[in-house]
DNA sequence: AGTGCGATTGACT
DNA sequence: GTCAATCGCACTA
């Protein structure tokens, strides 16, 4: 799961789907190098990095590999536990299954911004990650990529309905 | 210095 | 279901 801690108190969430880009992958953001945006990708694995896109969403990823190497995990939605009232506030509804379905909403939800890039996830501090009881988990493509789109690397808790992304994407059971 | 576009969302038919 | 908004950044010159 993943902590938010604010002066306003603590909003926290189960983490029911994420998507990964790896080493080599050219849908990565660090695969043509390092720069100034995706530096906290080649942070130690567990650090955060936080870009904006489409002028509107902001993406929160956790660098996955050894320092020097630029991998990340996208996380693309949350189960909200604590702190609903304050999603509610920072999302503009009160939809439990809008607060935190999907990698735009999921950021907005935790108030997550470019201030938060590069913060290390796995030690006490204003964001961070715990551990918690994990569900059955599915698999399938990536979701609105160009690039290297069939790659199967998106990873959901299978029959949570807060995963987002189109139903055929995320079965409630294998076949 | 100018240009094209993206790991999306919310509004609308 | 379709579609435009919006802006930082990477890339070209």
């Known amino acids: 799961m993943v902590v938010r801690e604010l002066p306003a108190g603590r909003v926290s969430g189960r983490i029911v789907e994420t998507e990964a880009y790896p080493l080599g992958d050219a849908a990565c953001h660090a695969f043509r190098g390092p720069t100034a945006r995706n530096a906290s990708l080649f942070l130690e694995r567990g650090h955060a990095y936080v870009y904006f896109v489409y002028g509107s969403s902001f993406m929160l990823n956790v660098s996955s590999e050894r320092p020097g190497v630029g991998a990340g995990v996208?996380?693309?939605a949350l189960e909200p536990l604590e702190g609903q009232s304050l999603m509610q506030r920072f999302r503009k509804t009160r939809r439990a299954l809008?607060?935190?379905?999907?990698?735009?909403?999921?950021?907005?939800?935790?108030?997550i911004d470019r201030r938060q890039d590069g913060l290390?996830?796995?030690a006490p501090g204003p964001l961070w990650l715990a551990a918690g009881a994990a569900g059955p988990v599915g698999e399938s493509v990536r979701i609105g990529l160009t690039r290297e789109a069939q790659r199967v690397l998106r990873f959901f808790e299978r029959g949570n309905p807060h995963v987002s992304g189109p139903r055929s994407l995320s079965p409630t059971s294998s076949s």
């Not at 809008?98 to 108030?111: C, E, I, S």
């Open 74 to 76: 996208l996380l693309r």
């Open 98 to 111: 809008d607060l935190a379905r999907g990698p735009g909403r999921l950021a907005a939800a935790l108030r």
């Open 120 to 122: 290390d996830l796995c």
